[in-house]
Nanobody, 124 residues
């Protein structure tokens, strides 16, 4: 069983930066793939970025490539999402999710554990 807690969301002006954290419980978290997803009001949940336990990464190239960076610190059981050059369209609730697997995963139904989400609001 893995429990995930997101933090770091908030209100930021367009062009600004935030770093989201996903802190996990569980001794074997280093073996888990972790993904970040977001959901804006009235829209479906959208894949943002993912990282494998071997630190391989992938991004939603249409939305965030070149602006967001995912990274993990297994010693701290934490995965980060660094978000730069934020835009109003990045406004959403951001969720992290985890799966015990060998790769990274981009579909929400592939993940077994979810956090409660953290709100990111980007003002224009």
């Amino acid at each position: 069983q893995v429990q995930l807690v997101e933090s770091g969301g908030g209100l930021v002006q367009a062009g600004g930066s935030l770093r989201l954290s996903c802190a996990a419980s569980g001794r074997t978290f280093s073996r888990y793939a972790v993904g970040w997803f977001r959901q804006a009001p009235g829209k479906e949940r959208e894949f943002v970025a993912a990282i494998s336990f071997m630190h391989a990464t992938t991004y939603n190239t249409n939305s965030v490539k070149g602006r967001f960076t995912i990274a993990r610190d297994n010693a701290k059981n934490t995965v980060y999402l660094h978000m730069d050059s934020l835009k109003p369209e990045d406004t959403a609730v951001y969720y992290c999710a985890a799966k015990d697997g060998n790769y990274y995963y981009t579909l929400s139904n592939e993940y077994d554990y979810w956090g409660q989400g953290t709100q990111v609001t980007v003002s224009s």
